[in-house]
């Protein structure tokens, strides 16, 4: 089994760009695709990127993903941030003998 | 348009049983693999339980397994979450996800959720 690991909280200004990590503690982070997921205080969360760097349709190209495997960490980058961008984002992937894994979380807060 | 609505929380004692539902529409329900995610109040998100679309295929986190059980029935197009021998711990609220129909590493739509308390 592996973890991801993200930071706790991120703070940025709107109009600024902000890059949060998820990082991935054994295996390989290219091995499986990575999702990011943004939950709004009170709803269920949403898929703002699959696939390590695929964006579903009706999600905004201010938002994109990728992956390093020198650092073996996937990031979500979220440019000209807005007011309504302020969610915590989880990271996910999984492999043969974990499903699903989720990061911990990180709180965006757009100040 | 995908709808996945979580029915049948509430308030159980320790060691209490429920049966969460999902009513799914707006899809071919017997194409997808379906989850359940759990989030307990102010912490992060827990997967819990998978199935195939036939059924063929479950799968339980550590901390839920001999106590859950994920079933489905197609022909109503439900997921179905029977949890027994509630904790505590089991406090959260439970979301139904579906995993898009070529892969079932992620999930492509949620449901809003429905909350589980389990307090003597």
């Known amino acids: 089994n592996f973890m991801l690991t993200q930071p706790h909280s991120v703070s940025e200004s709107p109009g600024k760009t902000v890059t949060i990590s998820c990082t991935r503690s054994?295996?390989?982070?290219?091995?499986?695709?990575v999702q990011w997921y943004q939950q709004r205080p009170g709803s269920a969360p949403t898929t703002v990127i699959y696939?390590?760097?695929?964006?579903p349709s009706g999600v905004p190209d201010r938002f994109s993903g990728s992956i390093d495997s020198s650092s073996n960490s996937a990031s979500l980058t979220i440019s000209g941030l807005k007011t309504e961008d302020e969610a915590d984002y989880y990271c996910q992937s999984y492999d043969s003998s974990s499903p699903w894994v989720f990061g911990g979380g990180t709180k965006l807060t757009v100040l | 348009e995908v709808q996945l609505v979580e029915s049948g929380g509430g308030l159980v004692k320790p060691g209490g049983s429920l049966r969460l539902s999902c009513a799914a529409s707006?899809?071919?329900?017997?194409?997808?693999?379906m989850n359940w995610v759990r989030q307990a109040p102010g912490k992060g998100l827990e997967w819990v339980s998978s199935i195939s679309s036939s059924s063929s295929y479950i799968y339980y986190a550590d901390s839920v397994k001999g106590r859950f059980t994920i079933s489905r029935d197609n022909a109503k197009n439900s997921l179905y979450l029977q949890m027994n021998s509630l904790r505590a711990e089991d406090t959260a609220v439970y979301y139904c996800?579906?995993?898009?129909?070529?892969?079932?590493?992620?999930?492509?739509?949620w449901g809003q959720g429905t909350l589980v308390t389990v307090s003597s």
């Open positions: 696939e390590d760097n695929q964006r």
């Open positions: 707006g899809f071919t329900f017997s194409s997808y693999s």
């Open positions: 054994s295996g390989s982070i290219a091995s499986n695709y």
């Open positions: 996800a579906r995993a898009p129909g070529y892969s079932s590493g992620w999930s492509d739509y």
